[in-house]
């Protein structure tokens, strides 16, 4: 059992950037796929990215690849989701989730899920 938080999420300017946070307690995350995921409202929650347990082989979406990074400190039992000029539609509550097993987007196959933090992108 793995339990996780995430932090960082508030309202920012287009263009602005934000770091999210997920802190795990419970087990070590050294083992798990991290995953990072959105949902806004009316829409299907969506992978963002994801990072391997061993090797940092990743995946982005399409539409954020190039403005986002995923990361993870398995000394702090952390991963990170630095996000940088954002814009509007990426406005939605992302959350971090993870699985062992291969890198993968959807997040039907994730089984620990954290509660969500807020990311709004507005003027």
């Known amino acids: 059992q793995v339990l996780l938080v995430e932090s960082g999420g508030a309202l920012v300017q287009p263009g602005g950037s934000l770091r999210l946070s997920c802190t795990a307690s419970?087990?070590?995350?050294?083992?798990?796929?991290i995953g990072w995921f959105r949902q806004a409202p009316g829409k299907q929650r969506e992978g963002v990215s994801c990072?391997?347990?061993?090797?940092?082989?990743?995946y982005y979406k399409d539409s954020v690849k190039g403005r986002f990074t995923i990361s993870r400190d398995n000394s702090r039992n952390a991963a990170y989701l630095q996000m940088n000029s954002l814009k509007p539609e990426d406005t939605a509550v992302y959350y971090c989730?993870?699985?062992?097993?291969?890198?993968?987007?959807?997040?039907?196959?994730?089984?620990?899920w954290g509660q969500g933090t807020q990311v709004t992108v507005s003027a």
């Open positions: 989730a993870a699985r062992y097993g291969i890198v993968t987007p959807a997040a039907s196959m994730y089984k620990y």
């Open positions: 990072i391997s347990s061993y090797d940092d082989r990743s």
């Open positions: 419970g087990s070590t995350l050294d083992r798990y796929i």
